[in-house]
């Protein structure tokens, strides 16, 4: 892909474009009016985006969701073009004086895109994630690999995999998906070895997670409903129908684990069956508690190992104690584990060499690492020099660990999102889709980034001229907007957008609406056109 150099079209203000003019921009400064100095102009007072991009481009979200900013950023000195992405589908800036070529990995091996989830199902290894191929092989977010070559697994899923588990002999799949097989699967699906079947009526959101718990096949994400019946962000399948896990959580739940007998969940939220939590929390079978004082920010992975609780997220303290990005809890209190990474953590697995840590992290200590790094009780060790890019997952089988994420390299070798370390070395397993309009807008809300603009897809997914990047996947704001988005503002923990429009989520919106997490409303009296 070619990243070319900084265009007139091509503002250097994340938040709206200089010729955004007449009634749009009057009712956004209306707003923008109430909103702290520090999220409204990028030249005077936004944070600098190249605070939170690394060196391949990429902004990386975790750093900037540590930081606590929501709003505009500054990208001066820096060009985004919305016709290229990076590997995983999102954003992808680079200096305005330099005219760089960039090649995701064409005629490597492995997958198309990123890969979220592992699984080791009948002896054979199991990809989820983004991609829709894996090698030669078309297989659609999600794959089977014996050792030597990729299956599909029948027609796979309609969006991406984000979550595995094995479960009564049965593989489970879980993510964006509303088809499994090309039969209606609401974000969660089953694979007996020959066809995908549904779970019930499904969830009415994303599922981020999926453990075994009790007996019984336990989801978390965003979801409100399963089986139809309320279920806050966590619900439990016993093979022939859902139940709730008392009131649930009161955000996004991303991790689960079980941990002796208590089911772990993590995530952004602070709240647990009415009970207040530091964004993880622990349910018993009947009620919810928090593990001491909890966190000062979000957790995104979660693991038992040698008989302690392990959380990684992008948060700083664990118990009221520095505790960067990593910690581990021993039925009385948070401690952090081993020397401290310089990123956050992503994935957490338990092996027998140790617990396996991936995430956006280049040092564990003083031990260079590169995304993925083995903590053995005593000191970090590292893997052959890591990965080119973020581990979202990884497993340890058979005295191999598999490793699936956003890179295209692992131990400098081409692997393309997925890759195997066999002891000694890496190695590859066999041999990306953006915005298909211009972007004028973009903004951060609730953690993730928001585009705006004339595109209609995302990702390979209908998005009307505005979307989200939750870090991983790109996903619509409702029906989205019948006219270009111009700008963007974030108010009140409500998003702004402004533009040529007249119609936001189905409903007459002159020129202006704002975004409460759910639905698009519009502004009474809307805006006097451009």
């Known amino acids: 892909m070619h990243f070319a150099k900084a265009h007139p079209r091509f503002p250097a203000m994340f938040s709206s474009r200089p010729a955004l003019a007449g009634g749009v921009l009057a009712a956004l400064v209306a707003i923008l009016a109430a909103t702290p100095a520090w999220a409204q102009t990028a030249g005077a007072s936004a944070p600098p985006a190249a605070?939170?991009?690394d060196g391949d481009g990429r902004l990386d979200l975790a750093l900037l969701r540590a930081s606590g900013h929501?709003?505009?950023?500054?990208?001066?000195?820096?060009?985004?073009?919305?016709?290229?992405?990076?590997?995983?589908?999102g954003p992808r800036f680079t200096r305005e004086e330099e005219d760089d070529f960039w090649s995701p990995g064409f005629g490597r091996a492995g997958a198309n895109e990123a890969v979220s989830a592992l699984a080791v199902y009948n002896g054979d290894l199991i990809v989820g994630g983004a991609f829709t191929q894996v090698g030669e092989l078309v297989?659609?977010?999600?794959?089977?690999?014996?050792?030597?070559?990729?299956?599909?697994?029948?027609?796979?899923?309609?969006a991406a995999v984000e979550a595995l588990a094995i479960h009564d002999g049965a593989l489970f799949a879980a993510g964006w998906f509303t088809e499994a097989g090309g039969t209606a699967a609401a974000r969660i699906a089953r694979w007996d070895g020959a066809a995908w079947s549904p779970l019930g009526s499904g969830?009415?959101?994303?599922?981020?997670?999926?453990?075994?718990?009790?007996?019984?096949?336990?989801?978390?994400?965003?979801?409100?409903?399963?089986?139809?019946?309320?279920?806050?962000?966590?619900?439990?399948?016993?093979g022939s129908a859902w139940s709730a896990l008392g009131s649930g959580?009161?955000?996004?739940?991303?991790?689960?684990?079980?941990?002796g007998s208590d089911l772990i969940a993590g995530g952004k939220f602070t709240r647990a069956g009415g009970v207040p939590v530091g964004y993880l929390a622990a349910w018993d079978g009947s009620v919810w508690r928090a593990l001491g004082a909890g966190m000062n920010s979000w957790v995104y992975a979660l693991a038992s190992h040698g008989g302690l609780l392990y959380a990684g997220g992008i948060f700083d303290q664990a118990g009221g104690q520095p505790a960067?990005?990593?910690a581990a809890w021993d039925g009385s209190a948070w401690a952090p584990a081993g020397p401290a990474l310089d990123g956050a953590v992503r994935g957490l697995s338990s092996s027998a060499a140790g617990l396996l840590v991936g995430g956006y992290f280049l040092h564990a200590g003083a031990t260079a690492v590169n995304?993925?790094?083995?903590?053995?009780?005593?000191?970090?060790?590292?893997?052959?020099?890591?990965?080119?890019?973020?581990?979202?997952?990884?497993?340890?089988?058979?005295?191999?660990?598999?490793?699936?994420?956003?890179?295209?390299?692992?131990?400098?070798?081409?692997?393309?999102?997925?890759?195997?370390?066999?002891?000694?070395?890496?190695?590859?397993?066999?041999?990306?889709?953006?915005?298909d309009g211009q972007v004028h807008a973009l903004a951060l809300y609730e953690g993730d980034l928001v585009a705006g603009g004339a595109f209609v897809h995302a990702g390979g997914i209908a998005a009307e001229r505005i979307a989200r990047w939750d870090g991983h996947a790109w996903s619509p704001l409702g029906a989205g907007m019948n006219g270009d988005v111009l700008a963007l503002a974030v108010y009140q923990n409500?998003?702004?957008?402004?533009?040529?429009?007249?119609?936001?989520?189905?409903?007459?919106a002159a020129f202006i609406a704002r975004w409460d997490g759910y639905n698009w409303i519009p502004l009474p009296g809307g805006a006097g056109g451009c």
């Open 371 to 435: 995304y993925l790094a083995l903590w053995n009780g005593t000191s970090w060790e590292s893997f052959g020099g890591g990965t080119s890019d973020v581990v979202i997952a990884a497993l340890d089988q058979d005295s191999r660990v598999y490793a699936g994420g956003a890179f295209l390299e692992a131990g400098g070798r081409g692997a393309a999102f997925v890759a195997r370390w066999d002891g000694a070395e890496w190695s590859e397993m066999g041999s990306g889709a953006g915005l």
């Open 51 to 53: 605070r939170f991009i």
């Open 494 to 508: 409500e998003l702004y957008a402004g533009g040529t429009f007249t119609s936001a989520g189905g409903q007459d």
């Open 203 to 238: 969830l009415n959101g994303r599922v981020t997670a999926l453990a075994v718990y009790a007996g019984m096949l336990a989801a978390a994400g965003d979801f409100t409903t399963a089986g139809g019946l309320s279920a806050a962000r966590m619900a439990l399948w016993n």
């Open 139 to 158: 297989a659609q977010h999600v794959a089977r690999w014996d050792g030597e070559s990729w299956h599909a697994l029948g027609a796979g899923t309609n």
């Open 249 to 259: 959580a009161d955000r996004t739940v991303f991790a689960l684990a079980v941990h």
């Open 324 to 326: 960067p990005y990593l």
């Open 70 to 89: 929501e709003g505009p950023l500054d990208a001066s000195g820096w060009s985004f073009d919305p016709s290229v992405a990076d590997i995983a589908g």
